[in-house]
């Protein structure tokens, strides 16, 4: 049973990318046949995040437009062989592609992959109305602060009103020092809005930094607490039962010491 | 310095009223009231009050630290702060007036329910960027998010969260209410009067279930419970 996962957020700048190489690395790891599209045209980003911009021959829009057979445009991944990238357009924009085309598209890559992962654009007009056009679940991805909420709640919206109802929620770029000392949403304040279940709480991590510099996504890197974070979302998304990270980090030596002698 | 008569607290049927001297500093103020309300923590007991602070124009911040002393100086449970009508620099008219008086409220809803108006209720919430528009009244069994709207010619009753923007008689009925099981909504507009609940009201005063009406052109809030 295949199945399209459109990543989503309204906001820009939350950690769609991330989220789409990150959890479609994650699956792939455990043994999935994945695909990833970046559905971003004329503002490509998924390519580099992924290390394999130098591999781009043709893109999607090459596809759709018949210029190449799919299988042409289809890049194989550096390090894993069952996860693939479909690229976007660099020199076109957002209305080179109808809906109906994309769901055309979906529907093809369906036939040969497990999941498929798809890199929705920032904002609510024609690139993210065809990123969900063949979209069978969403994940909204969204950070702790009231203008991404803000634009979330929009999303989350729309989607319920189009056929993605029962969206999920990744939180991303949590910082749990700053929430404890009131600076930063909780996890509770964002659900109290959104009211949409949670597949997963991401970390602020300056290995994701590195890992987009370096081409390759933070899922790779054991010591990556980000990673680590969408090593489970991935599991969840195939159905596994996975308790949430502690996120609690700041243990200093005497606040280890308490704990030893059970304070 | 004296400070038996810097700071005098007085009860009335409106709850508490802190008579505070106009020219002492602020800190002198601060730990006369602490010492009153100290000494008077048995009298007060746990009752549910509202305070009013009269004789001396108060920030915000001023105003909090007050309350703060007087919350952790005794075991009051401050309901309500009323806002004085004395003259102050801060212009408290934009803002909405929280009323106690139980007389009051009672005429107030007396008034706003006879208007006749088709009603429509609406099941599930409001997110950001949705509308609701109509004729009558509305009733919403859900929440409105921050950046979802509810204009009505009605009145409007939120059963749940109210964090988005409601306009309750918006073609110019003056008569018509806002309530919610927690009023905090972005803006609040009645007829063609707008307000919004500031920052110091909001956390502590309107997360119980709340009324907004409108009387003499200045909207007032009052407790449903």
């Known amino acids: ?49 992924m290390g394999l911009e130098n591999r781009i021959v043709y893109d999607i829009i090459d596809v759709i437009e018949g210029n190449c057979r799919l299988k042409q445009a289809l890049i194989k991944d550096k390090r894993y062989s069952n996860l693939y990238l479909l690229p976007a357009a660099q020199t076109k924009d957002k209305d080179a592609v109808s809906p ?23 904002g609510i007009e024609q690139g993210f109305k065809n990123a969900i056009a063949g979209a069978d679940r969403a994940v909204v ?13 929009r999303i989350i919206g729309l989607l319920e009103a189009s056929d993605l109802k029962n969206p999920v929620l990744i939180l991303n770029r949590l910082r749990i020092d700053m929430v404890k000392r009131g600076d930063m949403m909780t996890i509770e304040d964002v659900t109290e809005i959104l009211a949409i279940d949670i597949v997963g709480v991401v970390p602020d991590d300056e290995s994701i930094v590195v890992s987009a510099n370096r081409g390759e996504p933070a899922v790779l890197d054991e010591q990556s607490r980000a990673g680590q974070a969408f090593r489970d979302i991935s599991r969840r998304l195939m159905g596994e039962e996975i308790p949430f990270m502690d996120l609690d980090t700041n243990e200093n030596f005497f606040s280890k010491f308490k704990k030893l002698f059970g304070a | 310095m004296s400070d038996n008569n810097s700071v005098i607290l007085k009860g009335n049927k409106d709850g508490i009223v802190v008579m505070l001297d106009k020219d002492l500093e602020f800190e002198a103020i601060k730990s006369a009231l602490y010492k009153k309300v100290t000494d008077a923590k048995k009298f007060f007991g746990n009752s549910k009050t ?21 919350s952790h100086g005794s075991d009051l449970n401050i309901a309500f702060v009323s806002v004085p009508d004395t003259g102050s620099s801060i212009n408290k008219k934009e803002e909405p007036v929280i009323q106690v008086n139980p007389q009051t409220i009672d005429d107030a809803l007396n008034r706003v329910s006879s208007i006749q108006n088709n009603t429509i209720f609406h099941k599930g919430s409001l997110r950001s960027g949705q509308a609701l528009r109509h004729i009558g009244s509305i009733v919403i069994i859900g929440d409105v998010n921050p950046g979802g709207e509810i204009i009505a010619e009605g009145n409007v009753i939120i059963l749940g969260s109210l964090k988005g923007v409601v306009h309750a008689g918006c073609s110019g009925n003056y008569d018509c209410f806002v309530a919610a099981l927690n009023l905090s ?13 500031p920052k110091h009201m909001n956390k502590t005063y309107t997360v119980a279930p709340s009324l907004a009406y409108i009387q003499e052109k200045q909207i007032y809030i009052a407790p449903l419970v």
């Open chain 2, 185 to 197: 909504p972005t803006q609040l507009r009645i007829s063609d009067i707008i307000t919004y609940i």
């Open chain 2, 50 to 70: 509202s305070i009013l602070f009269k004789g001396r124009s108060l920030t915000d911040i001023e105003e909090n630290e007050l309350l703060e002393i007087i």
């Open chain 1, 141 to 153: 991805v969204t950070t702790p602060e009231v203008s991404a909420v803000r634009d979330a709640d």
């Open chain 1, 1 to 49: 049973m295949s199945e399209v996962i459109v990543v989503t957020s309204g906001k820009g700048g939350v950690g769609k990318t991330t989220t789409s190489a990150n959890i479609g690395t994650g699956l792939a790891i455990a043994g999935k046949k994945v695909v990833l599209v970046d559905a971003d045209i004329g503002l490509r980003n998924l390519d580099v995040i």
């Open chain 1, 100 to 122: 109906e085309q994309m769901q055309k598209l979906c529907e093809s890559l369906k036939e040969e992959f497990d999941y498929i992962v798809i890199d929705c654009p920032a």
